[in-house]
């Protein structure tokens, strides 16, 4: 969990919650998709962040 409360990080850095908006962002920007590419490795793969990172490639 993020310590700075105005960089609000990821609950869980092994899965992304996809019905918290913080976290959309938040990994949309780590691994440097844009929000439709994030939302379809999701369904692609799952929420898991090991499995989005084969798709996307490591988070930034």
């Known amino acids: 969990m993020s310590e700075s409360v ?3 990080g990821p609950q869980d850095y ?7 908006e913080a976290e959309l962002v938040y990994w949309t920007k780590a691994f440097g998709v844009t929000r439709e590419r ?3 490795a999701i369904q692609e793969v799952g929420p898991r ?3 989005l ?3 996307l ?3 930034r």
Do not use: H, K, Q, T
Not at 14 to 20: E, G, H, M, Y
């Open 38 to 40: 994030l939302a379809a």
């Open 53 to 55: 990172s084969r798709v």
């Open 6 to 8: 105005l960089e609000p």
């Open 57 to 59: 490639g490591e988070p």
């Open 14 to 20: 092994d899965r992304i919650n996809v019905l918290v």
């Open 49 to 51: 962040i090991p499995d």
